[in-house]
């Protein structure tokens, strides 16, 4: 008999032993289950790094670690012991062993691992590249579909990912990316958020989102969900938080759960949907603790965990990866998979984006393994239009990696452009994965604008 090209076995998950890593060896199982204790020992710099993991990792991974945050790091470094936990989980840690690990490679970013000079960033990348300030109907609500909104309730995060799409507004400034800021205070933020849902019935799904829910105190969350649940147009809540893998602690406070308990009972009492939305790019992301939290919010009543990963190069991007996460967060811990965005075109990504034409083998790679309903979708977030599915693209232009895309609806902006239906939005592949020809195309026609083109 011949081998699938896939060969699924049902695997435990494993918390890896904390005590391993020299600066954890004395926390206890109580410590370690603290949200607080969690939060409270984030490693925020290379100090607090060395402070961890000692003399496992040798100086020249720590350099590496502080040239990027000199340099090109468009997040600052903010991990949870959980997640620092999660990176090579089966060994003592070894410079090399962390350089190759999937979950390192997008949290905790070195500057060897950025492509060269200016093949570090697209010429096309921006700062903000799905154009959502542009959209916002009042500070921080996006209203790109036509019946769904985005709410980003606030700018921080419990961890800090490499690749955040948010990286203009999310976390503190970088050298090389000095962060916005909003300028209305939250409550009254949320006050014109509410206001606008209410005067525009004909939106029914909210992502509440950031930043990370998590980050904002319980009790403030709840009021804005209340205040949602309180509007009778909305149909769908969703709250964004990827702390359910990065701090699954927070979510496993008693009083949190209580909350979401009180939350699920009225939506489902008015027939709104209530669910949580996580970001994992990696199977050994998902532990027994991971597990722990997302059934706790099942079992208080939200109606659904979804993930919604980023195909990463070097994390994620096979389909034997792609697969074991999956069935890591679906058979270990009711997680279902739901989308994998292609890595959107922001500053100094290149070594992470994939080509459309790879993130269309995936897709077709992984079909049939899992049930069709927790079968992920990889879509590609095309500025000025939102998501496609990748097979969807109108036109695509391998040599030079240029694909054009078509939508259907009017974003926020586009209320009174006649055009807007019949244009194509272009999206680009990363320069050092065209052949020949294309990069030489690039090299004389690289100007950055980004703009659509028709
Ligand atoms: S958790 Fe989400 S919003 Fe926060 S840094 Fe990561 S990708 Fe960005």
């Known amino acids: 008999m011949l081998e699938q090209p896939y060969e699924y076995t049902a695997r435990a998950l494993v918390e890896p032993d904390w005590r391993r890593l020299p600066g954890f060896a004395a926390v206890t199982e109580e410590q370690w289950r603290s949200a607080q204790w969690q939060r409270v020992n984030c ?8 402070g961890v993991y000692g003399d496992l990792l ?6 590496d670690v502080a040239a990027d945050q000199a340099g090109r790091a468009t997040m600052s470094l903010l991990l949870p012991p959980q997640m620092l936990n999660t990176m090579v989980p089966d060994a003592v840690p070894t410079a090399a062993a962390m350089l190759a690990d999937p979950v390192r490679r997008y949290m905790l970013t070195v500057a060897s691992d950025r492509l ?13 590249s799905l154009h959502e300030h542009e959209m916002w109907a009042v500070e921080g609500l996006t209203h790109r579909y036509p019946t769904k909104v985005l709410a980003e309730l606030l700018s921080t995060c419990p961890q800090y990912c490499g690749h955040c799409t948010r990286m203009d507004l ?21 006050a ?3 206001d606008y849902l209410r005067a525009t019935p004909g939106v029914r799904d909210v992502v509440v989102s950031g930043g990370d829910v998590a980050n904002l105190p319980f009790k403030n969350l709840a009021a804005f969900v209340q205040g949602l649940l309180d509007v009778e147009s909305i149909r769908d809540i969703r ?21 979401m308990g009180a939350l699920a009972q009225t939506a489902r009492a008015r027939g709104v949907s209530l669910a949580v939305h996580t970001h994992v790019n990696a199977a050994q ?6 597990a722990d939290a997302a059934r706790a919010l099942l079992a208080v009543g939200v109606r659904d965990v979804r993930n919604q990963g980023v195909l990463l190069e070097g994390v994620n991007a096979t389909a034997g990866q792609l697969l074991d996460l999956c069935f890591a967060l679906t058979d270990g811990a009711s997680i279902t998979p739901y989308y994998f965005y292609m890595c959107d075109m922001i500053p100094s990504a290149e070594h992470w984006r994939v080509s459309l034409d790879r993130a269309q083998t995936l897709q077709h790679d992984i079909m049939g393994y899992l049930p069709g309903f927790a079968t992920p979708r990889i879509v590609c977030d095309v500025p000025y239009v939102g998501k496609r599915w990748v097979h969807q693209v109108a036109e695509y232009d391998r040599e030079r990696g240029i694909s054009y895309w078509t939508k259907n609806y009017r974003t926020g902006i586009e209320r009174t452009d006649d055009a807007a239906l019949d ?3 272009v999206y680009y592949d990363p320069i050092h994965t065209l052949p020949a020809e294309g990069r030489a195309w690039w090299a004389t026609h690289g100007s950055p604008v980004l703009e659509p083109v028709g």
């Open 239 to 259: 709250l964004a938080t990827k702390a359910l893998m990065g701090l699954p602690q927070h979510w496993l406070q008693p009083e949190v759960l209580d909350g």
């Open 285 to 290: 992301s998902v532990t027994p603790l991971v």
């Open 43 to 50: 490693v925020k710099n290379v100090r607090q790094l060395r």
């Open 192 to 194: 014109a958020m509410l």
């Open 423 to 425: 244009r194509r939005y």
């Open 170 to 190: 999310v976390g503190n400034s970088t050298p090389a990316v000095p962060k916005l800021k909003f300028d209305l205070k939250p409550i009254d933020r949320q």
């Open 116 to 128: 060269p000079g200016p093949a570090a960033s697209h010429p096309y990348a921006a700062r903000d």
């Open 58 to 63: 040798d100086d020249s991974f720590y350099a």
